[in-house]
T-cell receptor, first 114, second 111 residues
Framework: GDSVTQMEGPVTLSEEAFLTINCTYT??????LFWYVQYPGEGLQLLLK?????DKGSNKGFEATYRKETTSFHLEKGSVQVSDSAVYFC?????????????FGEGTQLTVNP | KAGVTQTPRYLIKTRGQQVTLSCSPI?????VSWYQQTPGQGLQFLFE???????NKGNFPGRFSGRQFSNSRSEMNVSTLELGDSALYLC??????????FGPGTRLTVT
């Protein structure tokens, strides 16, 4: 079945540091890939998405590129801020195998210190 | 445009009771999905409704059920509550086969 694997966390960075959160996936067909962010006490917010190979999703300084050859969708940001502290989830939808079901990774807790 | 709303935000129930959670999707969205979030199991898919029909279902026992109304609002019901049902229940809405937008969740505590 479909699966998503994220880098083990938590991740702690200083403000203005470079961020990478690794995400790899296993899926049949051509999944769409997403990054969601969850702030304390809140639901999930869609951060960015990519629907086909080599697409780059971007939003609020975050970027991720859909790499079919390495089945990866790593999240990057050039300079993190304290306000970026949250839990980040990589996810996929693979309509051919699981319809509209989102399959999530384990989540990565990011803490940014001033 | 208003986002996804969920009510209530917090619930405390006793083992053996049943509970109903409500979700109002973004206007125009016909698909509503439910997810359970726990520290141990992470985010798990419960079911999806589209145009009042259950279109997809996860691996949860029959105690978990749902429905969708003609205005796309959805309810989720859990009967015979167990301690392990304590979780954050998230509802998400979307247009067909598109990205899903989540509500703030309902925090259910079973004592």
């Amino acid at each position: 079945g479909d699966s998503v694997t994220q880098m083990e966390g938590p991740v702690t960075l200083s403000e203005e540091a470079f961020l990478t959160i690794n995400c790899t996936y296993t899926a049949t067909g051509y999944p769409s890939l997403f990054w969601y962010v969850q702030y304390p006490g809140e639901g999930l917010q869609l951060l960015l998405k990519a629907t086909k190979a080599d697409d780059k999703g971007s939003n609020k300084g975050f970027e991720a590129t859909y790499r079919k050859e390495t089945t990866s969708f790593h999240l990057e940001k050039g300079s993190v801020q304290v306000s970026d502290s949250a839990v980040y989830f990589c996810a996929l939808i693979s309509p051919e195998t699981s319809g509209s079901r989102l399959t999530f990774g384990e989540g990565t807790q990011l803490t940014v210190n001033p | 445009k208003a986002g996804v709303t969920q009510t209530p935000r917090y619930l405390i129930k006793t083992r053996g009771q049943q509970v109903t959670l409500s979700c109002s999707p973004i206007s125009g969205h016909r698909s509503v999905s439910w997810y359970q979030q726990t520290p141990g199991q992470g985010l798990q898919f419960l079911f999806e409704y589209f145009s009042e029909t259950q279109r997809n279902k996860g691996n949860f026992p029959g105690r978990f059920s749902g429905r969708q109304f003609s205005n796309s609002r959805s309810e989720m019901n859990v009967s015979t509550l167990e301690l392990g049902d304590s979780a954050l229940y998230l509802c998400a809405s979307s247009t067909d086969w598109a990205e899903q937008y989540f509500g703030p969740g309902t925090r259910l505590t079973v004592t």
